[in-house]
């Protein structure tokens, strides 16, 4: 029909990753539905969304691959890495054993995922400032070590979602 949904010059594969309840799908809703939902039920598997990208007079569309932080729905994670150019790797600022975990999701996509993907380290709920546990520091630390963009974002708030989004896909092209 020729809408602006179906024409298309790329498609890109992207991943959401990082440890249960950090907020992967909500950031997801958030970028590609601009929704918030307080009382969101765990990913079971692997969901998908997709977004349009004007880049220059070109439309990238963004599939973008929401993974299950629970440990028991994780057995067949190299699928969810192949051919991914981009991921999201999410921790909750509120839980600092949530970052601790971010370096063994870095190894398994380093592992699993492709050489040259585009890493963007997302500390989210930044709008629950009384209940920080990880300063915006030992995020930007962390993401310089490991040579990783960083950003803190709020889902609920709607605060760097698009940001993060746009960094890690104006990177990929
Ligand atoms: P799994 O699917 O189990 O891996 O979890 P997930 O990372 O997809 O987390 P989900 O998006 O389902 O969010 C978990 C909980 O955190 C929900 O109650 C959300 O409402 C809440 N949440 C997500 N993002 C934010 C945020 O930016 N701020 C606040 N305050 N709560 C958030
Ligand atoms: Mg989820």
Not at 26 to 48: C, M, Q, W, Y
Not at 154 to 173: C, G, P, R, Y
């Given at each position: 029909?020729?809408?602006?949904?179906?024409?298309?010059?790329?498609?890109?594969?992207?991943?959401l990753i990082g440890d249960s309840a950090v907020g992967k799908?909500?950031?997801?809703?958030?970028?590609?539905?601009?929704?918030?939902?307080?009382?969101?039920?765990?990913?079971?598997?692997?969901?998908?969304?997709?977004?349009?990208?004007?880049?220059?007079?070109?439309?990238?569309?963004?599939?973008?691959?929401?993974?299950?932080g629970q440990e028991?729905?994780?057995?067949?994670?190299?699928?969810?890495?192949?051919?991914?150019?981009?991921?999201l790797l999410v921790y909750d600022i509120t839980r600092r054993v949530t970052f601790e975990n971010i370096r063994k999701w870095l190894?398994?996509?380093?592992?699993?995922?492709?050489?040259?993907?585009?890493?963007?380290l997302v500390g989210n709920k930044?709008?629950l400032?009384?209940s920080r546990e990880v300063?915006?520091?030992d995020g930007?630390?962390l993401?310089?070590?490991?040579?990783?963009?960083?950003?803190e974002t709020?889902?609920?708030?709607?605060?760097?979602?698009?940001?993060?989004?746009?960094?890690?896909?104006?990177?990929?092209?």
């Open positions: 029909s020729g809408s602006f949904e179906e024409e298309c010059d790329y498609l890109f594969k992207t991943v799908s909500n950031l997801l809703s958030r970028f590609a539905k601009d929704e918030f939902h307080l009382d969101s039920k765990p990913t079971i598997g692997v969901e998908f969304a997709y977004r349009n990208i004007k880049i220059g007079d070109k439309i990238a569309k963004a599939q973008i691959w929401d993974t299950a028991r729905f994780r057995a067949i994670t190299s699928s969810y890495y192949r051919g991914a150019l981009g991921a190894q398994e996509l380093r592992e699993y995922g492709n050489r040259d993907m585009v890493i963007i930044s709008d400032a009384d300063e915006a520091e930007q630390s993401a310089q070590l490991e040579d990783l963009c960083f950003m709020s889902a609920k708030e709607n605060l760097n979602v698009e940001d993060a989004f746009l960094q890690m896909i104006t990177k990929i092209f």
